[in-house]
């Protein structure tokens, strides 16, 4: 009877003892009352909001300290981690030079509370993928007896998270899926075996995660893994993922060839416009077979694949494109079969120069189609180009540019000189503008340009300089039919101290002219330059016709990588 008695005191023990330890590194996701960040202590964490609310960092640091106490007492693991480490952002963020301190505080913290999913957690960002295995492993056990889901939320879906049995297989997914630990793979893929959606979402993070070329054998690969993960699926939602893969790659693959026959009606063009049809056919049966799965599990998986939808989106999408070539405006129009162009000076209250509808009679599917407006006879100027198809509007700013202008002084005073901007032939006459501040404080008209080089300026224009002031200069005059042929603003100033950088013997001089005044790799260049030659002091002339002259593009470090003859 005793013996009995004995045996029987033995096991209860035993029984309390198990449901203690158990106690100590299990929390559940059920039961208790949480806040929307899953903490459990919602008074505290309300005293924390207060006080972080009105930026009483004291306070907040003391708050965190209780909860960090009581999370200890009552082994609320997420209240525990969440707020020393928040008290380690606290500290640093008042006085950085403690952050160090305060990290080695917090790994000592960890280590003493001494459970594993803490631990892991804790360690996940920095450990290497096979230390970390290696510490799931040791302690697999106590892993598999908790679930603590509060800390799924790093980097894993949430359907799939909402799945995970354990903190073992938690930690499983984050090694195979964020860190690609193969072994962890391999484990996961031990743990999970051959259960339905977890083995499948597995066996799809394999394939889709996989390190492929970056070229077209690599893309090839990928196709075709993914197709063959779609047709071992089908019939059930997981295939979504992998023909969303093979979609996406279709598009791509479209999307690189398609813009190099923008403008063209090829039959290469013709076939790559049927192809993108044909996927936006494909992607609309994809998506009604999405929606067809509405119950439980299949449902769900389904809800998280949105790429049919939104490359439906793509393909439809409606856009406009404005470049600019001598004088003519050039739409590039994707899905729109006319659109309302207008084209006016960018002046107040100024008349529209062109206002109509033009028609796209290519009319191509996603393939962009190049439609040409030839733009009027008009003063030089800055003008807007606007294009627009109900809500879709694109508009582009177009300066008109016909002249150019450059200034010299030399021993005896400043000379000028005006050239038509794309030929840079001389002009005869102009009309001279000067400005400060925006506001004309001399002029001069009809002034007759020296043939042989740069022409004095205009005593007016001169005298009105001032020592050291920056003014502008514009050349300006009409053409036979009335049209304004006008200069950039030129800043000039007046005689302080101001000394050429040429010297006074005979020689040759170039004048260069670009369309920008920065690129970028891969632009083109487009250049002028006038040369002259004589004496800088005296008098110039620009070269014969006909005289054979070299240029060349250098870079940062002088090295030449473009030249022309």
Not at 369 to 390: A, M
Request: proline share 2%.
């Amino acid at each position: 009877m005793k013996t009995n008695m004995l045996i029987t005191s033995v096991l209860v023990a035993i029984l309390c003892l198990a449901a203690i330890t158990t106690a100590a590194f299990v929390r559940k996701d059920k039961g208790q009352s949480t806040t929307k960040d899953n903490l459990v202590l919602t008074d505290l964490w309300k005293e924390y909001s207060a006080a972080q609310k009105a930026d009483r960092p004291k306070e907040m640091a003391s708050i965190l300290d209780a909860i960090i106490s009581k999370a200890k007492a009552e082994r609320l693991n997420y209240d525990f981690y969440t707020a020393a480490n928040r008290k380690v952002e606290i500290v640093g963020n008042r006085d950085w030079k403690l952050r160090e301190e305060y990290d080695k505080w917090l790994d000592k913290e960890v280590d003493e509370y001494a459970e594993p999913i803490v631990t892991f957690y804790h360690r996940r960002s920095e450990g290497s993928p096979a230390s970390l295995v290696d510490y799931v492993l040791i302690n697999k056990a106590r892993l598999q007896a908790a679930r603590n889901g509060a800390f799924y939320g790093d980097g894993l879906d949430d359907l799939w998270t909402g799945m995970i049995k354990d903190d073992y297989e938690y930690a499983l997914w984050f090694l195979a899926v964020i860190n690609r630990s193969e072994k962890a793979m391999s484990l996961l893929g031990e743990y999970v075996g051959d259960s339905y959606p977890k083995a499948a979402y597995l066996e799809y993070r394999r394939m889709a995660d996989k390190n492929y070329k970056y070229n077209d054998q690599g893309r090839a690969e990928k196709m075709a893994a993914a197709r063959s993960f779609a047709d071992k699926y089908a019939g059930k939602a997981m295939s979504l993922y992998g023909k969303a893969i093979v979609f996406r790659g279709r598009f791509d693959s479209l999307s690189r060839i398609s813009d190099s026959y923008a403008g063209q009606r090829s039959s290469d063009a013709g076939l790559v416009e049927a192809s993108y049809k044909s996927l936006r056919n494909d992607c609309r049966l994809a998506e009604k077979e999405r929606l067809s799965y509405s119950k439980g599990i299949e449902k769900d998986i389904a809800g998280k694949v949105n790429d049919f939808k939104l490359l439906m989106e793509s393909l439809d999408r409606k856009e406009i494109g404005i470049a600019f070539e001598k004088g003519v405006a050039v739409l590039t129009l994707r899905n729109l079969a006319k659109v309302d162009v207008e084209f006016v000076q960018d002046v107040k209250g100024a008349k529209p120069l062109i206002r109509k509808t033009v028609n796209n009679p290519r009319k191509s599917f996603y393939v962009q189609d190049t439609v040409k407006v030839e733009l009027p006879k008009c003063d030089d100027g800055d003008y807007i180009f606007t294009v627009r198809n109900r809500k879709v509007v694109s508009k582009a700013e177009w300066e008109k540019k016909t002249l150019s202008i450059a200034v010299r002084k030399d021993s005896e005073k400043l000379r000028f000189f005006v050239a038509d901007y794309l030929t840079g032939e001389p002009v005869e006459k102009v009309d001279l503008e000067l400005l400060r501040s925006g506001k004309t404080i001399a002029g001069a008209k009809d002034v007759e340009l020296c043939k042989d080089g740069f022409t004095p300026l205009p005593e007016d224009i001169a005298g009105s300089l001032k020592n050291g002031a920056a003014s502008c200069l514009v050349a300006s005059y009409r053409d036979q039919d009335g049209f304004l042929h006008k200069t950039d603003e030129h800043y000039i100033y007046g005689n302080s101290g101001y000394v050429s950088d040429q010297n006074d013997d005979p020689g040759t001089f170039c004048e260069i002219f670009t369309d920008k005044s920065a690129y970028n790799p891969g632009e083109k260049v487009e250049f002028k330059a006038v040369l002259y030659k004589g004496d800088m002091g005296k008098s110039l002339h620009t070269l014969e016709a006909g005289v054979k002259v070299k240029a060349e593009l250098v870079n940062a470090e002088d090295k030449t990588v473009g030249n022309q003859s």
